[in-house]
């Protein structure tokens, strides 16, 4: 699995519009130069068939989007789901086929881990999709040695979060064949811009195996940080 790097979203701000070609959808842009994108709007709505058919046939063979899961599933459910709801987020996102990625599962503050009930989702969740598969928890209860072994045993990555809400979230976890950075920005989450120096650890630190995304979108600071990145690596 080669090294991919990216946004959320695929925005091209003004800042680095010179970066990218000039012609097509800012999709088709994007595409061109950061090689995946993380698709934040299926946590709150799923699009059509047609238009997952539509991003998929925009981007290059080896272009990935990630998908975050239904607020439904995450939040509302608390990770107890009808199964219906999870056969239909996954029929819903099937026509990007090949330039699916990872899944984003990413859990509430307060949701504490509870064993039962996480190994019955995974349970599920396996029975129905075995490709990658991200958590991103933010609750202490989820960075132990019994969430951690839960996860290896069903290859769940647990992604590395920035800023975190405890120590541990810096770093990733569960399955490592897949490593998976959020950089929200920090210390203004949305908004700051990560430092070249942080960036250049950063470079150092990163496997072929890894997807980073920057989320830090609200003031255009993720797609300059993706492609600073992205020349370093």
């Not at 799923?46 to 239904?70: C, E, I």
């Not at 107890?80 to 330039?99: G, H, I, M, R, Y």
């Not at 920035?162 to 950089?183: C, H, N």
Request: glycine share 4%; charged share 20%.
């Amino acid at each position: 699995m080669p090294l991919r790097i990216g946004t959320a979203g695929w925005s091209i701000p003004r800042l680095t519009a010179a970066s990218f070609p000039t012609e097509g959808t800012h999709l088709e842009r994007y595409a061109r130069v950061l090689h995946c994108a993380e698709i934040n709007s299926t946590f709150y709505r799923t699009s059509r068939l047609a238009t997952y058919a539509k991003w998929a046939a925009s981007t290059p063979d080896d272009f990935l989007f990630s998908l975050k899961a239904p607020r439904t599933i995450t939040h509302e459910s608390a990770l107890a789901p009808a199964p219906q709801q999870l056969k239909d987020f996954l029929t819903q996102t099937s026509t990007l086929v090949e330039k699916r990625g990872p899944i984003l599962f990413q859990l509430p503050p307060k949701q504490a881990f509870n064993p039962t009930r996480a190994k019955a989702f995974l349970t599920l969740l396996r029975d129905l999709y075995q490709g990658p598969t991200v958590f991103e928890p933010r609750h202490e209860t989820w960075f132990t040695p019994e969430a951690e072994s839960l996860f290896k045993t069903f290859h769940i990555a647990r992604a590395a979060a920035d800023p975190p809400r405890i120590a541990a979230a810096t770093q990733p976890g569960g399955d490592p064949t897949l490593v998976y950075y959020r950089l929200h920005g920090s210390p203004r989450i949305y908004y700051s811009t990560y430092t070249p120096e942080y960036l250049e650890a950063l470079s150092k630190a990163i496997t072929p195996h890894t997807w980073v995304i920057f989320d830090n979108t609200a003031s255009g600071a993720a797609t300059e940080n993706a492609l600073s990145l992205n020349f370093l690596s």
